[in-house]
């Protein structure tokens, strides 16, 4: 082997153990390409998209072109149609009496002893009727949300993380509460809103082994070692049980199921936007800092770039993707049609002004570009924006898809949990209609 063949091995070896610093990011707004990005309202042949019964089959073949270049299919061989579900706690005391806990067991068929994700909800006490609710899924296990010593610690896989006290794949009591600061339980309470969220590991363990473990191991073709180029990923996956959920929300009489918002952070934002994209039921979305894959403009090449997150993680889009690595113009799509996915529901894009891996100014002008889907639809987008970036902490949330940027890097905070509560309120009614 010559050296460079052998540097350009090392590099990829230590690239998908994650070290970033083998792949240099471009900061600098002038090498931005000033490639023209695909139209939102036009035809894969050409044909403009002019009225609003023209929508749906643009829309249609968006969620096709999505599905076989990006995230990639996902069915079960064995179909989960009929929900399982068993209540394994309800605890209406919860909170200090504030809230109803409920822990729930939902199978992912119809084998009630089959593999299932456990849902954690809290709903608020002493309302008049079904409640909106806000689901997400978490990083760590259900644990480590609050502080709350009855809920039930993860015994899935987990990431090894000292900090949320996870050793040898296993969590442990040292994680509870431990990502507390994500989700403000009581806030979201007091405001009228359930919160609701899983473990992502119990959908498929976050790392690349092949394919075998985690919801693809009840796939169609699994197993195989060639899959096809669009089989389904990580994000699929991870996508299918935000479906799940929503399936159980329906069942529960205290859920508003035509209220359920999809919230994630991160890979989980990317993941929330494709669950919204596919599943209409979703009222709203919220992209908290997901950047590239998720909210930001691929053809910027600012930050994250595609190649950079298909070396990182081969694992979570399907194989397809991985031919648009430095090939960003070859798209048929850039991610403002991802966003132009959720209209005319309200969606809310959130960036951080350090989080700049992420593209913040990407995040936003794929909310510019996604509006005028709104605007055909007759409701207005991104209202107040214009070519620059909304200075930080001035959300925009008057038209249907909300933008703000907050001070500090990469994270899910209290501000931004209060702008997407204001924003529900705003365009959801709240929790009092
Ligand atoms: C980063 C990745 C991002 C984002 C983030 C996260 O390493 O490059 O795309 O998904 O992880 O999920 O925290």
Request: contains cysteine; charged residues 20%.
């Given at each position: 082997?010559?050296?460079?063949?052998?540097?350009?091995?090392?590099?990829?070896?230590?690239?998908?153990?994650?070290?970033?610093?083998?792949?240099?990011?471009?900061?600098?707004?002038?090498?931005?390409?000033?490639?023209?990005?695909?139209?939102?309202?036009?035809?894969?042949?050409?044909?403009?998209?002019?009225?609003?019964?023209?929508?749906?089959?643009?829309?249609?073949?968006?969620?096709?072109?999505?599905?076989?270049?990006?995230?990639?299919?996902?069915?079960?061989?064995?179909?989960?149609?009929?929900?399982?579900?068993?209540?394994?706690?309800?605890?209406?005391?919860?909170?200090?009496?504030?809230?109803?806990?409920?822990?729930?067991?939902?199978?992912?068929?119809?084998?009630?002893?089959?593999?299932?994700m456990e849902?954690?909800?809290?709903?608020?006490?002493?309302?008049?009727?079904?409640?909106?609710?806000?689901?997400?899924m978490n990083f760590d296990g259900n644990h480590t949300v609050?502080?709350?010593?009855?809920?039930r610690i993860t015994q899935a896989w987990v990431r090894n993380r000292a900090e949320v006290g996870a050793v040898d794949h296993r969590a442990s009591e040292e994680g509870r509460?431990v990502m507390?600061?994500?989700?403000?339980?009581?806030?979201?309470?007091?405001?009228?809103?359930?919160?609701?969220?899983a473990y992502y590991g119990d959908l498929d363990p976050d790392f690349?082994?092949?394919?075998?473990n985690g919801?693809?191991?009840?796939?169609?073709?699994?197993?195989?070692?060639?899959?096809?180029?669009?089989?389904?990923?990580?994000?699929?996956?991870?996508?299918?049980?935000?479906?799940?959920?929503?399936?159980?929300?329906?069942?529960?009489?205290?859920?508003?199921?035509?209220?359920?918002?999809?919230?994630?952070?991160?890979?989980?934002?990317?993941?929330?936007?494709?669950?919204?994209?596919?599943?209409?039921?979703?009222?709203?979305?919220?992209?908290?800092?997901?950047?590239?894959?998720?909210?930001?403009?691929?053809?910027?090449?600012?930050?994250?770039?595609?190649?950079?997150?298909?070396?990182?993680?081969?694992?979570?889009?399907?194989?397809?993707?991985?031919?648009?690595?430095?090939?960003?113009?070859?798209?048929?799509?850039?991610?403002?049609?991802?966003?132009?996915?959720?209209?005319?529901?309200?969606?809310?894009?959130?960036?951080?002004?350090?989080?700049?891996?992420?593209?913040?100014?990407?995040?936003?002008?794929?909310?510019?570009?996604?509006?005028?889907?709104?605007?055909?639809?007759?409701?207005?987008?991104?209202?107040?924006?214009?070519?620059?970036?909304?200075?930080?902490?001035?959300?925009?949330?008057?038209?249907?898809?909300?933008?703000?940027?907050?001070?500090?890097?990469?994270?899910?905070?209290?501000?931004?949990?209060?702008?997407?509560?204001?924003?529900?309120?705003?365009?959801?009614?709240?929790?009092?209609?």
């Amino acid at each position: 082997m010559t050296t460079s063949a052998l540097f350009i091995v090392l590099a990829l070896l230590m690239a998908g153990q994650g070290f970033a610093w083998v792949i240099q990011p471009s900061y600098d707004e002038s090498a931005v390409p000033d490639d023209e990005l695909p139209g939102p309202l036009v035809m894969a042949d050409g044909t403009p998209v002019s009225t609003t019964e023209q929508w749906p089959a643009r829309r249609a073949e968006l969620v096709e072109q999505f599905t076989e270049q990006m995230f990639g299919r996902l069915e079960l061989s064995t179909p989960g149609e009929a929900v399982v579900s068993e209540w394994l706690e309800s605890d209406g005391r919860a909170l200090d009496g504030r809230a109803t806990r409920r822990q729930v067991r939902v199978c992912f068929t119809e084998d009630p002893d089959g593999p299932a994700m456990e849902l954690l909800v809290y709903l608020p006490n002493g309302t008049d009727g079904p409640v909106p609710v806000f689901f997400g899924m978490n990083f760590d296990g259900n644990h480590t949300v609050h502080a709350d010593p009855a809920i039930r610690i993860t015994q899935a896989w987990v990431r090894n993380r000292a900090e949320v006290g996870a050793v040898d794949h296993r969590a442990s009591e040292e994680g509870r509460g431990v990502m507390a600061s994500r989700w403000p339980v009581e806030a979201l309470i007091a405001r009228g809103y359930g919160l609701a969220t899983a473990y992502y590991g119990d959908l498929d363990p976050d790392f690349d082994d092949g394919f075998r473990n985690g919801l693809h191991a009840l796939l169609d073709g699994a197993g195989d070692t060639q899959r096809p180029g669009d089989a389904g990923g990580a994000i699929a996956a991870w996508a299918w049980g935000y479906r799940l959920a929503m399936d159980y929300f329906e069942s529960d009489p205290a859920v508003d199921a035509q209220r359920v918002i999809a919230i994630g952070h991160s890979r989980l934002g990317k993941t929330a936007l494709w669950a919204g994209a596919t599943d209409e039921r979703f009222a709203m979305v919220v992209s908290n800092n997901s950047g590239c894959g998720g909210a930001a403009l691929s053809r910027r090449r600012f930050g994250e770039t595609i190649y950079a997150i298909n070396t990182r993680f081969p694992h979570w889009f399907c194989a397809s993707f991985h031919t648009y690595n430095d090939n960003e113009s070859a798209l048929p799509f850039d991610q403002h049609a991802l966003l132009a996915l959720m209209a005319p529901r309200p969606v809310y894009i959130a960036s951080a002004a350090d989080d700049r891996w992420a593209d913040p100014r990407g995040e936003y002008l794929a909310g510019v570009h996604a509006s005028p889907v709104y605007a055909l639809l007759g409701d207005p987008g991104l209202v107040g924006a214009g070519d620059h970036l909304p200075a930080v902490g001035t959300p925009l949330q008057d038209g249907r898809i909300g933008y703000h940027v907050r001070t500090g890097g990469h994270d899910l905070t209290r501000y931004d949990w209060d702008r997407y509560m204001d924003f529900a309120d705003r365009h959801l009614g709240g929790s009092d209609e």
